[in-house]
């Protein structure tokens, strides 16, 4: 991809009202790491960890935080912001619009839509798409190749539908969504009941619904609701790979990271995030702003603002104060194994003295 921005179109972007500091004439024509970084290259500094790699950067423009204090090299400008990450995030966002091609409102001859499905003039059906019986599209919709929508489904306003996603009958997906390659939005929730010797399935007759400005990455699957609805709250963002079973509530403005696995019935408040490859039990309640980190097992409930990590779910405290000890053990062992020996050396001792003052008595 190639792309050229002046440094005026860049602080339009960003902010005009940012803090100058040098001066570089040229234009932009790319984004690179402050290591890899050369000349015509911008380049941004959002974590301290990296403060060693601003001085020797040969990008042409950085983002830099307010309180930077450092001066550029000759030719170098750095751009003062309150949040540098966010800058780039703003100017990639332009970067990303304008090299996708231009969305064109109307349905592709390969795709099918039922002629009881009502598909806004303003939306965009890709080649092979299935928008099926009864099925509602909203305005400026856009629904990627072999994207498929089923029975009763809708789909809000301006919501991208990448490819090879699924959304199931009767689901209905809130406006300003985004729903990455591979998705499946209401698939069969995981319910069986052991009778006569066998697992009997039991029939999911609920939906998924998805509130405004929320986010599915590729490959998650949310499950259907064995009744009533599984939900996702207004601006809750999901990473790819994600599990989210049956009858979930999730509320808003969780982060929901990779390969994390939220079982059936559990509810989230809002602000809840859970790093990657964590797990929460069914059936719980998960309190506003906890968070869980990485690779944790959530098996109770948590209160709200809540920290938990590990395989038992520990507080970060108690996560931290095992840890350390987990470190000792070696030594530990060594040190009872000594005391042991003592003690076991004190008895025979003992019962030798006991054993000689009773033969001379």
């Known amino acids: 991809m190639s792309f050229t921005y002046s440094v005026k179109r860049i602080l339009e972007i960003v902010g005009r009202d940012a803090e100058l500091v040098g001066e570089y004439k040229g234009n932009i024509h790319g984004i690179a790491s402050l290591s890899a970084a050369a000349e015509g290259d911008l380049s941004f500094f959002g974590n301290i960890k990296y403060s060693a790699e601003v001085p020797t950067s040969e990008a042409s423009v950085l983002f830099v ?51 009881e499905a009502v598909v806004s003039p303003t939306a965009s059906i890709g080649p092979f798409c299935l928008v099926d019986q009864g099925a509602v599209i909203g305005d400026s919709v856009v629904l990627k190749s072999h994207a498929s929508i089923g029975r009763y489904a809708e789909v809000g306003d301006e919501t991208s539908v990448f490819s090879q996603v699924v959304i199931s009958d009767y689901c209905k997906i809130g406006v300003r969504n985004r729903l990455y390659q591979g998705c499946v939005i209401g698939s069969d929730g995981y319910g069986y009941e052991f009778h006569e010797g066998v ?115 520990d507080s970060f405290s108690l996560y931290g104060r095992i840890a350390v000890l987990q470190r000792r053990l070696p030594e530990l062992f060594k040190r009872f194994s000594k005391l042991e020996r003592n003690i076991e050396a004190l008895e025979k001792n003992h019962s030798d003295n006991v054993e000689h003052e009773t033969k001379h008595t």
């Open 199 to 313: 697992h009997q399935r039991v029939p999911q007759i609920g939906n998924v619904v998805t509130d405004s400005d929320v986010d599915i990455g590729a490959n998650t699957t949310i499950d259907r609701a064995r009744f009533g609805s599984t939900l996702i709250g207004q601006g809750t963002k999901i990473d790819n790979q994600v599990q989210i079973a049956h009858n979930v509530q999730i509320g808003r403005n969780c982060l929901l990271i990779a390969q994390t696995g939220i079982s059936g019935s559990s509810v989230l408040g809002d602000d809840v995030i859970i790093a990657g490859q964590a797990g929460v039990a069914g059936h719980l309640t998960i309190g506003s702003g906890a968070i869980i980190a990485g690779g944790a097992a959530v098996t109770r409930s948590l209160a709200p603002k809540e920290k938990v990590r590990g395989a038992n779910g």
């Open 65 to 115: 935080p307010e309180k930077y204090s450092e001066a550029p090299r000759a030719g170098q400008l750095y751009i003062k912001l309150e949040n540098p990450s966010f800058a780039l995030a703003l100017l990639c966002r332009d970067i990303e619009q304008s090299l996708q091609p231009k969305v064109v409102p109307g349905i592709h001859p390969t795709a099918y839509v039922d002629e």
